[in-house]
């Protein structure tokens, strides 16, 4: 912000390495020459060297006249344009029926997080899968069973500096195992229902669930009736069921959820 008593119309940027010797960055115009303007400059830092440098500005007005260079505060900050080592070691594992991307963190290197991408087909259509990655290890659990997947890796450390990519490493799972589940049913088991009280119902897979269906009976029927039932393509979802429109007053019900994935 620069002030005058009648119309500013300049700032020149000037930094240095040791707050004495002052080389100049460049300057920019006020845009409506007013007495009072706020004015922002991009500094070029492609010729500066890393480090702590000082940052000051010299204002000038419509008449030319510079405002006082020694009684200017610089503004000291740490420049940093190098960038950090790439991760090493990628590889694929496998756990739960997930593909888990691991890599280790690139040594004496100042990595704040990584980004993650994928390709279908090992071309140069990679996709960005996870923008900010604090840890060492991506989980994929959006993939199709058979198909080959294709990852790549790079850090980015605090001043926003972005590494080399890593190597390419692909994996793929062929069949999946692992039963879905229920995870979690509320009220528990044996609870008691209130008048517009819904149950919870958290259904997981560790690749992705196709279809939910939930049943009920009375406690001393034979019959089972179906309460819900929906296609899903998604690892987790939350059934709601609710007591006015599913079941009647005074008894005791029995719930039976079938997951399919």
Not at 19 to 29: F, R, T
Not at 118 to 137: G, K
Request: with cysteine; proline share 2%; charged share 20%.
């Amino acid at each position: 912000t620069v002030s005058d008593n009648i119309s500013v119309k300049s700032v020149l940027i000037q930094y240095s390495y040791d707050n004495i010797n002052w080389k100049d960055a460049g300057s920019a115009e006020a845009k409506h020459g007013s007495a009072n303007e706020i004015i922002g400059y991009g500094m070029d830092l492609s010729e500066i060297n890393d480090g702590y440098i000082y940052v000051r500005a010299i204002a000038y007005d419509s008449s030319n006249n510079a405002s006082n260079s020694s009684s200017v505060s610089a503004v000291k900050y740490y420049i940093d344009t190098t960038k950090p080592d790439s991760p090493q070691n990628l590889k694929v594992d496998y756990s739960l029926g997930k593909m888990d991307v691991r890599w280790n963190a690139p040594a004496n290197s100042d990595a704040a997080f990584f980004k993650v991408y994928r390709s279908v087909n090992n071309s140069a259509n990679f996709i960005l899968v996870d923008n900010h990655c604090p840890y060492i290890n991506y989980i994929d659990t959006d993939f199709e069973i058979g198909n080959e997947y294709f990852y790549k890796v790079i850090a980015v450390d605090d001043a926003g500096n972005e590494s080399d990519y890593s190597e390419i490493v692909s994996g793929k799972i062929e069949s999946d195992t692992f039963k879905p589940e229920v995870l979690s049913i509320n009220p528990k088991s044996n609870g008691t229902l209130r008048t517009n009280q819904g149950i919870s119902i958290l259904c997981g897979d560790n690749f992705k669930l196709k279809n939910a269906v939930v049943e009920g009976k009375k406690e001393n029927s034979s019959s089972w009736d179906t309460l819900y039932s929906s296609n899903i393509s998604q690892a987790s979802t939350i059934i709601q069921i609710y007591f006015a429109n599913k079941f009647e007053s005074d008894c005791t019900y029995l719930l039976k959820v079938t997951l399919t994935d």
